[in-house]
């Protein structure tokens, strides 16, 4: 019985020689190349170089090394059929039974902050895709390893059976499939970029298994976290989990948007955030202070809330959080004493994210079923807005403070959407209505006493005076608003009409 022959190229040399000193104790020939080939030397691994298979020299720098016949057809041979048998035997190639290839580094080179578009270009593996996506086309002959994760499985089942199943054979199979599509997704995603297209007529994208979830939005749905590939420091893909329970769906969904918000401020600040809306926001001249203003905006529907902040919670803040049930905090990092007080709640998750770091802006999916939507991130600012104020009386500097608080919430909050703040903390928001007035009515509602002499942030036009009246027999004082309807001067009337300072921005900010 002939030996049988394995083809080794790796790039993640994790285990490898381990591996390959197994094979050899199983009866199979090593053929390999270059560095994987001189460590399995180093380390007394009888091995057979590719140029002696192929009888021509790895050339180009090794660009070419295993794209020959003679390596493909003992790949793409199907043992059944006479005929390739008799081909391989009349060309002398030896069939390949096992392959273990990885991939150039692609995605460590272009994580890289000096990597040139050159460096990104070397790194493209095109030698190690074909074996890996020739052996998985025959995985029925052809045993195919890309994760050094499945060394032990099929050292396993050769010891037990000398063969490897075909149901592991399928399985590591549609991996390679998975890997190689997943390669190719962030080289198209790189060089997309690099180019500057805005809209390829095909859309890839690849994300990593980050951790498997209990389940879905609802207990009946399963679910998964995936990151992308080279996902930015601070988002909360790349969040480092310091205490609690595992993370659920809804923890995942409510954490990226109380982080989202709490970008949006330069001054200590606390957001907290119930079912994706923020409840409460406060800013300060200290996280203490901060904190004690979210509570206050909202203290019922802060319980059970995810809360961020964008400085280090201190052992004052901490205590003040643990008085109340909360599922996260999320801050840039803990004082040790503030970890002493938090730790005491077992099941109170504490992330660290570095909220300095503004994410890149990205595609934002949605998925529909059929398709999928894809539209530009909304990180459009109060500071790039057209301010204009068309009212009669302008914002005193004490409303224009408190209106950038208001337009940097309400574009958080799902539409239609209305914010009511005082300057250092949201007093009041309306969230999800399918009318503007009933967003209004929320807002003024749960601000209370505390509307007379708020201001009013709305995601988008008026289309009739009816909120700004509203909103001047509530005591408001101030509105910010995007403007562009056909009825804009009924709502400057109106406003005129209360004395309310009216400011637009020309920018709506929808939320769906």
Excluded at 19 to 45: I, N, P, R, Y
Excluded at 163 to 171: A, N, Q
Aim: glycine share 8%; with cysteine.
């Amino acid at each position: 019985m002939s030996k049988k022959r394995a083809l080794v190229s790796v790039s993640n040399k994790e285990g490898i020689v381990e591996f390959v000193q197994a094979l050899v104790e199983q009866g199979f020939e090593v053929v390999s190349t270059g560095g994987t080939k001189k460590a399995l030397q180093d380390a007394d691994v009888p091995v057979i170089g590719i140029s002696e298979v192929t009888n021509f020299p790895e050339i180009l720098d090794g660009r070419v090394k295993t794209l020959h016949p003679n390596i493909h057809s003992g790949l793409l041979a199907m043992r059944e059929r006479a005929e390739h048998q008799e081909q391989l035997s009349e060309h002398n190639i030896t069939p390949i039974d096992l392959v273990v290839v990885n991939l150039y580094p692609f995605k460590e080179t272009i994580a890289k902050p000096n990597c040139t578009f050159e460096d990104a270009i070397e790194n493209i593996d095109i030698g190690g895709p074909s074996m890996l996506r020739a052996a998985a086309k025959n995985h029925n002959h052809v045993t195919v390893v890309v994760d050094p994760v499945d060394y032990a499985t099929v050292l396993t089942e050769l010891k037990d059976s000398q063969d490897v199943s075909i149901e592991t054979k399928r399985r590591l199979a549609a991996k390679v499939f998975r890997h190689t599509a997943a390669y190719d997704a962030l080289i198209a995603e790189y060089l997309t970029e690099a180019v500057e297209e805005t809209e390829p007529e095909t859309f890839t994208v690849t994300y990593e298994r980050k951790q498997g979830l209990r389940y879905g939005e609802n207990p009946h749905q399963q679910a998964t976290f995936y990151k992308k590939p080279l996902a930015d420091a601070g988002s909360i893909a790349s969040a480092t989990q310091l205490h609690g329970k595992e993370l659920s769906y809804n923890n995942i969904h409510d954490a990226d948007a109380a982080l989202a918000i709490v970008k949006e401020f330069t001054e200590p600040a606390v957001v907290a955030v119930k079912h994706m809306n923020p409840c409460g926001v406060g800013s300060g001249t200290t996280i203490e202070e901060a904190y004690g203003r979210a509570y206050e905006a909202d203290p019922v529907s802060i319980f059970g809330g995810i809360v961020a902040a964008n400085r280090e919670i201190d052992e004052a803040t901490a205590l003040k959080m643990k008085e109340i049930f909360l599922e996260i905090i999320i801050a840039p990092s803990f004082s040790q004493a503030a970890l002493d007080v938090l730790t005491t709640k077992k099941n109170l998750r504490l992330l660290t994210v570095d909220v300095t770091k503004q994410a890149k802006p990205e595609a934002m999916l949605t998925s529909i079923h059929g398709g999928l939507l894809v539209q530009d991130e909304d990180q459009f600012g109060f500071d790039e807005a057209t301010i204009s104020v068309p009212t009669k009386r302008e914002p005193t500097e004490e409303e224009w403070a408190a209106l950038k608080l208001a337009w940097k919430v309400v574009k958080h909050v799902k539409s239609n959407a209305i914010v009511l703040t005082n300057g250092q903390m949201t007093v009041g928001v309306g969230a999800g209505q399918m009318n503007r007035v009933g967003a209004a009515d929320i807002a003024i509602a749960q601000a209370n006493d505390r509307v007379q002499g708020s201001v009013m942030g709305s995601d988008a036009f008026f289309p009739m005076g009816d909120t700004v009246e509203l909103a001047g027999k509530a005591g408001i004082t101030a509105i910010i608003q995007p403007g562009g309807s056909i009825k804009d001067q009924d709502s400057i009337d109106m406003a005129d009409k209360y004395g309310i300072a009216m400011v637009m921005t020309g920018v709506r900010h929808f939320k769906h």
